[in-house]
């Protein structure tokens, strides 16, 4: 069973000092303002969040702040989804699994495995960043003009390099880094991978950090 998330990201007139402390249970994370972004030690970073729909308008202000992009004005579909139901999708043709645990599809938003709780867990947390930053990386048209196959592999080291970037800043010792080979783009109408994850390992998920 999927449950799907659709979130849009408005202004808030909270001060910064909502900011001060995490989320109690049942409460709705602030919307940040310019100078908010700018935090580097934010509590809500490692806080516990009650559900997908604030911490992903969350991540998606932290890619932002991460990254060199702006935060758009609505969330991608963030829809939990059976782990073999995703693998069927992101797995390459014939394989079993591939230990994918999320992906961003254009037309669907990011599918993450249900066994995922990045409300919680701070390394499934930093699955969601990486798929939020392909989303912020295709609503920005990053690499637009360059080959399919180029424009995908780059998109991915960087997705990567911004999900290191927040495992760093909040001082997790857990790394993750692209184990596939830099794909061939011989021609222009060479078949190129898509923005999904596929047949490309991902750290497998603990329960607990």
Not at 104 to 121: C, F, M, T
Not at 131 to 146: C, F, I
Not at 172 to 184: E, K, L, T
Request: hydrophobic share 40%; charged share 25%.
């Amino acid at each position: 069973m999927a449950v799907a998330i659709a979130v849009t990201i408005g202004v808030g007139s909270g001060s910064a000092s909502a900011w001060d402390s995490p989320p109690r249970k049942g409460e709705t994370a602030p919307v940040a303002h310019d100078h908010e972004a700018d935090l580097h030690d934010n509590p809500w970073d490692t806080a516990e969040f009650p559900d997908l729909d604030s911490l992903s308008r969350h991540l998606i202000r932290t890619a932002s702040r991460l990254s060199k992009y702006r935060v758009p004005a609505a969330l991608p579909m963030v829809t939990r989804i059976e782990r073999t139901a995703l693998e069927r999708l992101a797995c390459a043709e014939g394989a079993v699994r591939c230990n994918v645990s999320a992906i961003y599809v254009p037309e669907r938003g990011v599918l993450i495995a249900a066994d995922l709780q990045p409300e919680s867990n701070l390394f499934h947390r930093s699955i969601l960043l990486h798929e939020l930053v392909h989303y912020l990386q295709e609503d920005a048209h990053e690499l637009a003009t360059a080959a399919d196959c180029e424009r995908w592999y780059q998109r991915e080291l960087e997705a990567y390099a911004l999900q290191n970037r927040f495992l760093t800043n909040i001082y997790s010792p857990d790394r993750v880094s692209y184990s596939g080979a830099r794909p061939q783009c011989a021609s222009p109408n060479a078949t190129a991978p898509t923005l999904t994850h596929r047949a490309k390992e991902i750290k497998a998920p603990n329960l607990v950090d």
